[in-house]
């Protein structure tokens, strides 16, 4: 198991930018691939951002692609999300999340470990 604390969420103008950090703590955290989820309320939990193990292969929602960036430092056991022009749909609390294995995962149950979620608000 790891254990995940996101960071940097906050308040921020439409336009604007935001960088969300992930810090791990437990196992090895080169073994795991990362994700980025959100959830607004009344809505499910999707998936925005992910990053494989060795941080070469990445997927990104349809919603911010262009606009986010996933990365990851594992000489700091921090995955992060760079988040620039910022849009009010993308108010939500964020999560960051762990999967044991090599791949990107794209889908809710193919993670292990969940942090607790860092809100963001963007007003327009």
């Known amino acids: 198991q790891v254990q995940l604390v996101e960071s940097g969420g906050g308040l921020v103008q439409a336009g604007g930018s935001l960088r969300l950090s992930c810090a791990a703590s437990g196992r090895t955290f080169s073994g795991y691939g990362m994700g980025w989820f959100r959830q607004a309320p009344g809505k499910e939990r999707e998936i925005v951002a992910a990053i494989n193990w060795s941080g070469v292969n990445t997927y990104y929602a349809d919603s911010v692609k262009g606009r986010f960036t996933i990365s990851r430092d594992d000489t700091k056991n921090t995955v992060y999300l760079q988040m620039n022009n910022l849009k009010s749909e993308d108010t939500a609390v964020y999560y960051c999340?762990?999967?044991?294995?090599?791949?990107?995962?794209?889908?809710?149950?193919?993670?292990?470990?969940w942090g607790q979620g860092t809100q963001v608000t963007v007003s327009s």
């Open positions: 999340a762990a999967a044991v294995g090599r791949y990107v995962y794209t889908t809710f149950e193919g993670y292990d470990d």
